[in-house]
């Protein structure tokens, strides 16, 4: 029997200099050494026109990143179920245990948009989080992490924007409603920052409310590596990037 692959990480602590989205931090996970053909094969086999993962080397107001570049997407105009959503991420064909990470990260979304709107997780409409690319970020991030091990994961405290952002439920004031009840729910600090715009999404939290401690801590000591993630947006006086830092 081989031995076995001993994670190159003890774990992870998540600097979010600018925010949290899906696509930060699937880019700061691959860009820290996560299997990107990995990814890339699981998301292949979800077989949905268009649907790939592809990256680039950007810079983001003086930081080297990575960005998991934007995918053509037909809005799904209704939203869907968890099960609509569940019933795509299935034909990935997950290994188990990634597979039950990426049904953790959708119930923390599923409780949490449910809360924000009224209904029961149950018969909550997935909008946003329900798209095709926030489901590949979703199921991206569960593999690039166990790739990597599946290390402890814990976060430094969120910086929270201001203002409102336009979703299928209207105009939401900011921290959107899904993204307090996860950070409430979880423990997980937002920092109020003077930056006009979104910030953190509900797929960014709740993946750091699924991979682990998700406590706000001080770094002890630099990490041994680092992934550097890019956002889309740009705020003035704050690169938008996440940096994940593996301990070994």
């Known amino acids: 029997m081989p031995p076995p692959i001993r994670s190159p990480f003890a774990h992870l602590h998540v600097e979010p200099i600018g925010g949290v989205a899906g696509d930060m931090l699937l880019a700061a996970l691959l860009d820290l050494g996560a299997d990107l053909g990995a990814v890339q094969a699981a998301v292949a086999r979800m077989a949905e026109p268009g649907l790939a993962v592809e990256v680039e080397r950007v810079d983001v107001d003086g930081v080297p990143a990575l960005r998991v570049k934007s995918i053509p997407r037909a809005r799904h105009a209704h939203g869907r179920h ?48 329900g798209e095709l690319d926030s489901i590949l970020d979703v199921v991206g991030i569960a593999v690039a992490w166990h790739s990597l091990g599946a290390p402890p994961v814990d976060v430094a405290p969120l910086p929270s924007g201001h203002g409102t ?82 301990y070994r």
Do not use: W, Y
């Open 82 to 129: 968890l099960e609509e959503v569940l019933a795509i991420v299935d034909r990935a064909r997950l290994a188990p245990a990634a597979r039950a990470t990426v049904g953790r990260i959708f119930d923390v979304l599923t409780v949490a948009e449910a809360e924000s709107h009224g209904a029961t997780p149950h018969h909550v409409h997935l909008h946003e989080v």
């Open 165 to 246: 952002v336009e979703s299928a439920h209207g105009t939401l004031t900011l921290p959107a409603p899904a993204v307090a009840k996860v950070a409430a729910r979880f423990a997980i600090p937002l920092e109020s920052v003077d930056v006009r715009g979104e910030t953190v999404t509900p797929t960014g939290i709740a993946a750091l409310a699924a991979l682990g401690r998700a406590q706000g801590v001080a770094m002890a000591r630099p990490g041994d590596a680092c992934g550097v993630g890019a956002g889309t947006r740009r705020f003035p006086g704050r690169p938008n990037v996440v940096r994940v830092h593996g």
